[in-house]
Structure formats: structure tokens, C-alpha cells
């Protein structure tokens, strides 16, 4: 009787262990060095180049974030339907409940979301997943330790105004040319 208990335990503990969906994680690594894609690894230190700039609030944010992975899959005439089926794919693991949806923005054929892994206030991971059905689409990982959703998005917006000096990102024009 013991074996016969134990040997369910063991079954139920590999059924609910076994797990098909694709995490962004996995969806990253596998399409990292695709030809199709763009993918950068982007330290913290190069996001902020001289940091003399920062407010102490922009500091205390950019202490929070280990590092920024960004992946692009820029759409061309001839990879329409990959671009379709790529978009959809992710769309679809960002549905899975473990991702929550911080915000969500655009209109016509452009569209950006922001996610986020972690508890309301002090999150581990901030996703921005970002398309434009006529250059393509992105998707940015922030990773770290309690960051403050409210302090990410004014960062966000500091970079996006120009307000923050990124001289040592690489040059990023022409990325959905």
C-alpha cells in the first residue's frame, strides 16, 4: 500500500511538473542567434554613460536593474507571415498568468504593452513588447530585484525624452528600417 501511495505521489509530481509552455526566457535563448531576429545584451553601466546627470531617484531605479535584453524581429517584404506567426507567438506567452499587465498602448497598426514578473510593488522583471505592423516588432526585458513599477515608467520616459545621456548604447537607428 505504502509503494502503490508513494508511486502516485511520484506520478501526480510529474504531471504537474511538466510544463509545455514556452516562458520568454526560452523564447529569447532559442531566437537569440536567428538570422531573422536582432538580439542585444545590454549592461546597466552602458545605459547610463556618465551618470553624473541622474536625479537620485534615476540612480536609486537604475541600482535596481541587473541587465536589459532586447530582441527585434525587423519585417521585410518577404517575412510577413513569420513576422504574423512570430507576433502571435508571443502574444501568447504573455497571456500565461504569470505575467501581468502593467499597460497597454497605441492605436492603428502600432501597439506597445508592459508586463511585469513579480508582486505590484516591487517587480523582478518589466517586459516591453512593442509592434508596428509595418517595421516589425520588439521586446525588451528588464531584469532585477524589487523594482518600483511607478519609478521605471519615469525612467522610461527620461530616455524616451531624450533626458538621459545613453552615449554608450550601440547605435540603434535603422533598427526596423
Same mark, same amino acid.
Given at each position: 500500500?505504502?509503494?502503490?501511495?508513494? =508511486?502516485?505521489?511520484?506520478?501526480?509530481?510529474?504531471?504537474?511538473?511538466?510544463?509545455?509552455?514556452?516562458?520568454?526566457?526560452?523564447?529569447?535563448?532559442?531566437?537569440?542567434?536567428?538570422?531573422?531576429?536582432?538580439?542585444?545584451?545590454?549592461?546597466?553601466?552602458?545605459? @547610463?554613460?556618465?551618470?553624473?546627470?541622474?536625479?537620485? +531617484?534615476?540612480?536609486?531605479?537604475?541600482?535596481?536593474?541587473?541587465?536589459?535584453?532586447?530582441?527585434?524581429?525587423? $519585417? &521585410?517584404?518577404?517575412?510577413?507571415?513569420?513576422?504574423?506567426?512570430?507576433? +502571435?507567438?508571443? @502574444?501568447? =506567452?504573455?497571456?500565461?498568468? &504569470?505575467?501581468?499587465?502593467?499597460?497597454?498602448?497605441?492605436?492603428? @497598426?502600432?501597439?506597445?504593452?508592459?508586463?511585469?514578473?513579480?508582486? +505590484?510593488?516591487?517587480?523582478?522583471?518589466?517586459?516591453?513588447?512593442?509592434?508596428?505592423?509595418?517595421?516589425?516588432?520588439?521586446?525588451?526585458?528588464?531584469?532585477?530585484?524589487?523594482?518600483?513599477?511607478?519609478?521605471?515608467?519615469?525612467?522610461? &520616459?527620461?530616455?524616451?525624452?531624450?533626458?538621459?545621456?545613453?552615449?554608450?548604447?550601440?547605435? $540603434?537607428?535603422?533598427?526596423?528600417?
Amino acid at each position: 500500500m505504502k509503494n502503490s501511495v508513494f =508511486i502516485l505521489v511520484l506520478l501526480c509530481l510529474g504531471f504537474v511538473s511538466c510544463n509545455n509552455e514556452t516562458s520568454l526566457q526560452e523564447f529569447y535563448v532559442e531566437h537569440q542567434n536567428d538570422n531573422q531576429y536582432l538580439a542585444f545584451d545590454i549592461p546597466v553601466s552602458l545605459l @547610463t554613460g556618465d551618470n553624473s546627470a541622474l536625479t537620485a +531617484e534615476q540612480k536609486a531605479t537604475m541600482e535596481t536593474i541587473k541587465k536589459v535584453n532586447i530582441l527585434g524581429f525587423p $519585417l &521585410k517584404g518577404e517575412n510577413k507571415g513569420e513576422y504574423e506567426a512570430e507576433k +502571435e507567438r508571443l @502574444t501568447s =506567452i504573455l497571456k500565461a498568468d &504569470k505575467y501581468q499587465q502593467l499597460m497597454r498602448y497605441g492605436g492603428g @497598426t502600432r501597439k506597445a504593452e508592459l508586463y511585469y514578473l513579480g508582486e +505590484e510593488d516591487a517587480i523582478d522583471e518589466l517586459i516591453v513588447f512593442g509592434s508596428d505592423d509595418e517595421k516589425g516588432f520588439g521586446i525588451a526585458r528588464l531584469t532585477g530585484n524589487d523594482m518600483n513599477p511607478e519609478a521605471l515608467i519615469r525612467l522610461l &520616459k527620461s530616455f524616451e525624452k531624450g533626458e538621459l545621456n545613453v552615449a554608450g548604447l550601440p547605435k $540603434l537607428e535603422g533598427f526596423l528600417d
